[in-house]
């Protein structure tokens, strides 16, 4: 027995290893850069001249929170997770429902096409939807002006425009996520409560606020959380989409810039880590407990 153990723990001690390296080692390390000074310059080599590595407690924590740029992205990171969570969650609740509607025809066809952006580069929807957006060739602004509309918006160097923007690339690049834990949800409803509440008289609305909804709440509550964590980690679309535009607005990307921008603060970007994850792992605690997901993976 003790030499299968042994064995055992031989074969898995590589795996384990690699674990700790390639993923808890840089956790440990930026938290510690976080109380650091460490910036271009001294990080992760001395230069002459360079401010000496040390040790500044809580300041850039203190720096970050007293910054108004820090502020303004904390505000519209969340402010960007209610909006998008909630098209998001529209939109697969009603996809979904069209998709399991006895009326839809060729549903196979329908469910290849409406995941397709699961199965395209990111780098590459966005690109295409910038062209859409874009304020002179974009096909978006032509339909507007060819509706009549003489002043369009200018969807790449406005904030609010951009951002509006942003929710629709961010619905289109989702919710086959949400679709497909929403489909699978639908499914576990018998069909003998619907029958019985059409046998009540209740309408198509009716059956899927007091029958349907009911049901599905645990998946649909999951596939929310879930959602709503990427939308507060956003990051990549922005970036390519107009990353100096969104400087301010996103969490990440404003972390991102206090690492690699005109006057790099790996301290500083660091800090800006720690806090949205500690901030994502307190809204992910609470939501979890709220919605209990966690007596369902008990049960």
């Given at each position: 027995?003790?030499?299968?153990?042994?064995?055992?723990?031989?074969?898995?001690?590589?795996?384990?290893?690699?674990?700790?390296?390639?993923?808890?080692?840089?956790?440990?390390?930026?938290?510690?850069?976080?109380?650091?000074?460490?910036?271009?310059?001294?990080?992760?080599?001395?230069?002459?001249?360079?401010?000496?590595?040390?040790?500044?407690?809580?300041?850039?924590?203190?720096?970050?929170?007293?910054?108004?740029?820090?502020?303004?992205?904390?505000?519209?990171?969340?402010?960007?997770?209610?909006?998008?969570?909630?098209?998001?969650?529209?939109?697969?609740?009603?996809?979904?429902?069209?998709?399991?509607?006895?009326?839809?025809?060729?549903?196979?066809?329908?469910?290849?096409?409406?995941?397709?952006?699961?199965?395209?580069?990111?780098?590459?929807?966005?690109?295409?939807?910038?062209?859409?957006?874009?304020?002179?060739?974009?096909?978006?602004?032509?339909?507007?002006?060819?509706?009549?509309?003489?002043?369009?918006?200018?969807?790449?160097?406005?904030?609010?425009?951009?951002?509006?923007?942003?929710?629709?690339?961010?619905?289109?690049?989702?919710?086959?996520?949400?679709?497909?834990?929403?489909?699978?949800?639908?499914?576990?409803?018998?069909?003998?409560?619907?029958?019985?509440?059409?046998?009540?008289?209740?309408?198509?609305?009716?059956?899927?606020?007091h029958v349907v909804l009911p049901i599905i709440g645990k998946p649909v509550a999951f596939a929310t959380i879930l959602t709503s964590a990427s939308s507060f980690q956003y990051f990549m679309v922005p970036y390519i989409y107009n990353s100096s535009l969104?400087?301010?607005?996103?969490?990440?990307?404003?972390?991102?810039?206090?690492?690699?921008?005109?006057?790099?603060?790996?301290?500083?970007?660091?800090?800006?880590?720690?806090?949205?994850?500690?901030?994502?792992?307190?809204?992910?605690?609470?939501?979890?407990?709220?919605?209990?997901?966690?007596?369902?993976?008990?049960?």
């Amino acid at each position: 027995m003790k030499k299968t153990t042994t064995i055992a723990l031989f074969l898995i001690l590589p795996g384990i290893a690699a674990f700790l390296f390639f993923n808890l080692w840089p956790i440990v390390y930026s938290i510690y850069l976080a109380f650091t000074n460490a910036q271009l310059g001294n990080f992760p080599v001395q230069a002459p001249q360079a401010p000496k590595l040390t040790f500044v407690g809580l300041e850039n924590f203190r720096w970050i929170l007293s910054d108004e740029k820090f502020r303004s992205a904390f505000v519209w990171t969340w402010l960007f997770v209610l909006t998008s969570v909630t098209l998001k969650a529209l939109a697969g609740i009603f996809l979904s429902l069209l998709y399991n509607s006895r009326y839809v025809k060729g549903k196979n066809i329908y469910r290849s096409l409406l995941i397709i952006p699961w199965a395209l580069p990111l780098l590459f929807s966005v690109t295409v939807w910038k062209f859409m957006f874009d304020p002179i060739f974009g096909p978006v602004n032509q339909v507007l002006k060819s509706l009549g509309i003489h002043t369009l918006p200018n969807w790449i160097n406005d904030p609010v425009w951009g951002f509006v923007a942003l929710n629709v690339i961010e619905v289109w690049l989702a919710y086959p996520f949400m679709m497909t834990v929403i489909t699978a949800a639908l499914q576990s409803v018998p069909d003998t409560l619907v029958e019985a509440a059409i046998i009540d008289g209740a309408n198509y609305w009716q059956r899927i606020r007091h029958v349907v909804l009911p049901i599905i709440g645990k998946p649909v509550a999951f596939a929310t959380i879930l959602t709503s964590a990427s939308s507060f980690q956003y990051f990549m679309v922005p970036y390519i989409y107009n990353s100096s535009l969104f400087e301010d607005r996103f969490l990440l990307l404003y972390g991102f810039r206090k690492a690699f921008g005109a006057t790099p603060h790996y301290g500083r970007a660091a800090a800006v880590m720690v806090i949205a994850t500690t901030v994502l792992a307190v809204y992910m605690y609470v939501n979890v407990r709220i919605t209990r997901l966690q007596e369902g993976a008990r049960g």
